[in-house]
């Protein structure tokens, strides 16, 4: 049998704008408006350090590179500077690599 692929719209992610409004949707590559106040939106996406815990980032997706997921290109915590992503999600205090917390599904 085959294996069945998921695309990100099939994950419901939480999403935050920059006035702070949270709110839970599809999945996207790109900026969802803010069903609140209309302005853009980022994934948020919890991922975890060994040393600080959780950390909810906001993530910027690009085009997917494996299967239909897409690449994480930036993330940024809230209110922070985004921080381009090469291969690893740098922990915003100390700079260790973190993985993302389990949601049922995962990245890739």
């Given at each position: 049998?085959?294996?069945?692929?998921?695309?990100?719209?099939?994950?419901?992610?939480?999403?935050?704008?920059?006035?702070?409004?949270?709110?839970?949707?599809?999945?996207?590559?790109?900026?969802?408006?803010?069903?609140?106040?209309?302005?853009?939106?980022?994934?948020?996406?919890?991922?975890?350090?060994?040393?600080?815990?959780?950390?909810?980032l906001e993530v910027r997706f690009g085009p997917p590179r494996h299967r239909?997921?897409?690449?994480?290109?930036?993330?940024?915590?809230?209110?922070?500077?985004?921080?381009h992503v090469d291969h690893s999600i740098p922990c915003p205090e100390c700079?260790?690599?973190?993985?993302?917390?389990?949601?049922?599904?995962?990245?890739?």
């Amino acid at each position: 049998p085959l294996a069945v692929q998921r695309d990100i719209s099939d994950v419901t992610l939480d999403w935050r704008c920059m006035h702070g409004h949270r709110f839970r949707a599809a999945g996207s590559i790109i900026e969802l408006p803010c069903p609140e106040c209309g302005e853009p939106s980022q994934a948020v996406i919890p991922y975890v350090c060994a040393g600080h815990g959780r950390q909810d980032l906001e993530v910027r997706f690009g085009p997917p590179r494996h299967r239909t997921w897409p690449t994480v290109l930036a993330v940024r915590s809230e209110g922070g500077e985004w921080r381009h992503v090469d291969h690893s999600i740098p922990c915003p205090e100390c700079g260790a690599d973190m993985q993302p917390l389990s949601l049922g599904w995962s990245l890739p």
